[in-house]
């Protein structure tokens, strides 16, 4: 069988061309691929066949071949143009090597338009998708089969979990660093289920950068060919107001129940002593006038917490100083009987609800009625930090007991059976949250110091320290 027949034999396209790109021979894949029949190309130029947008391409691949002194081969890809003024997709591969059979380049031809066109779908694809995930702010998220590795992540991770995705590329076991240490065994648990074929479907805290404040929900779903885990994809969708507000509820109606279960008790039992008495009554209506009007200020804050958590939960300039030395007067005048002392900068402004006024009061009001001394004494500052502004409340009263103390300690403890009797320190608690602050309690046998943090205000955060007020 001579070379002319096997050539005609071979699936791709077959020439030689001589310097000029001058066509010499073609096999006859260029009938079956382009619908030339082979005299028609033979003597013309092979490179007039060539798209223009990849002609230049092509010519200088060509030339800098043919030109090399030593051994050289190159492969280019470009489109051809066929008997119908249509194109198909080339990857031809070329060398400078010549023989006295063949006199000429061999340029050797694979028709690739599928491979090309599915490249074309899957890029267009990609770049929808990439569209579409940088403008959610739900988190779309891909890992290998063992979550070795990170396959795909939007921009919304850096916002929803707090760390860099460059942090996540280098390293995907870096995605548990952004989960809550009490969250992350159950979240490791879920990643196991997910390799060996599960899905799952769970509710965490992420973002250390704002204490793992941030409650999200995952899905995920395990990808599988030929029965083995290849790929994990999913998403994760912020759910803190969801979270919050399902919390916030189930505090309110635990406390309600409780305070008006308590309190009624107190004005029926007395009631009914007061049908079978025949004594002084004044001792037992005296009860009944506590227990009305415990209910009546039940009433009040669970209004102005309400208030607080059906209005907008975005954070305003606030002059902390101004609002501090506002509820110190007025606890003055409610308390005449009180020592509040206060040490306060010429202002401090922070981003904080505008309402945050009602902290600062029940603060003050908790210290001074809790106290068991005759003259109560309470030590109030503002002080100024770098990026944040503190608020300290100090008293000589008696440790906040555990079961009140818990709602600024650790508030996510709070269940059905184990929770606070009152609502004032859950308004500060939710005043301070909202306000993307943080809380915390130091109770000793001496009093009790809580230090709350607001953000701080970039408009003094570069300003030199102010001058402090005592009153």
Same mark, same amino acid.
């Given at each position: ?54 002609? =230049? ?64 779908? !899957? ?102 060919? =030929? ?14 107001? *969801? ?56 009433? #009040? ?27 110190? #007067? ?61 608020? *300290? ?15 600024? *300690? ?8 184990? !929770? ?52």
């Amino acid at each position: 069988m001579d070379l002319d027949v096997l050539l005609d034999y071979t699936q791709d396209k077959i020439m030689v061309v001589d310097d000029e790109a001058t066509i010499l021979y073609a096999n006859d894949a260029v009938t079956r691929i382009l619908g030339w029949e082979t005299n028609e190309l033979l003597g013309t130029n092979a490179l007039t066949y060539i798209h223009p947008a990849d002609l =230049d391409t092509v010519r200088d691949v060509f030339r800098r071949t043919i030109a090399s002194e030593s051994f050289s081969e190159a492969t280019v890809e470009y489109r051809y143009r066929t008997a119908d003024d249509s194109w198909v997709w080339f990857e031809s591969r070329m060398s400078n090597a010549t023989s006295e059979q063949l006199d000429g380049y061999v340029v050797s031809s694979r028709d690739v338009s599928d491979r090309v066109e599915a490249e074309r779908q !899957h890029e267009e694809l990609t770049a929808r998708l990439q569209e579409i995930s940088s403008v959610t702010d739900e988190v779309l998220w891909m890992f290998d089969g063992e979550f070795s590795e990170l396959l795909f992540v939007n921009p919304a991770y850096e916002t929803v979990y707090g760390r860099p995705v460059a942090e996540l590329e280098a390293d995907a076991s870096a995605f548990l660093e952004a989960i809550h240490p009490d969250d992350a065994p159950a979240v490791r648990c879920a990643m196991d289920r997910l390799v060996g074929g599960e899905s799952t479907d769970m509710e965490y805290r992420v973002n250390p950068r704002k204490n793992y404040n941030v409650w999200v929900w995952a899905q995920a779903q395990p990808i599988l060919e =030929d029965g083995e885990v290849v790929r994990i994809s999913g998403f994760t969708r912020e759910i803190t107001d *969801r979270h919050r507000r399902d919390r916030q509820l189930s505090v309110m109606d635990n406390l309600l129940r409780h305070n008006l279960r308590n309190a009624l008790n107190v004005i029926l039992g007395n009631a009914d002593l007061i049908d079978e008495t025949t004594c002084d009554t004044t001792q037992l209506t005296d009860k009944i006038r506590t227990a009305g009007e415990q209910l009546l200020e039940s009433a #009040e804050k669970e209004r102005e917490v309400v208030d607080i958590l059906n209005h907008k939960t975005t954070t305003d300039l606030v002059d902390l100083t101004a609002v501090t030395s506002d509820e110190v #007067e007025r606890a003055r005048r409610r308390f005449p009987d009180a020592d509040i002392d206060s040490s306060l900068p010429d202002s401090a402004t922070v981003y904080a609800l505008s309402n945050v006024r009602l902290a600062v009061a029940e603060l003050l009001e908790n210290a001074i009625v809790h106290s068991d001394r005759d003259r109560p004494s309470v030590s109030v500052s503002v002080r100024l930090r770098r990026d944040a502004v503190e608020l *300290r409340v100090e008293d000589d009263a008696p440790p906040i007991p555990d079961i009140e103390a818990h709602v600024l *300690r650790d508030p996510h403890a709070m269940t059905n059976v184990f !929770h606070s009797t009152g609502l004032g320190l859950w308004l500060v608690y939710w005043v301070v949250e909202l306000s993307d602050g943080d809380i915390s309690l130091d109770s000793t046998a001496d009093g009790n110091l809580i230090r709350i943090r607001f953000p701080r205000a970039r408009v003094l955060a570069d300003a030199e320290p102010v001058s402090m007020r005592r009153s």
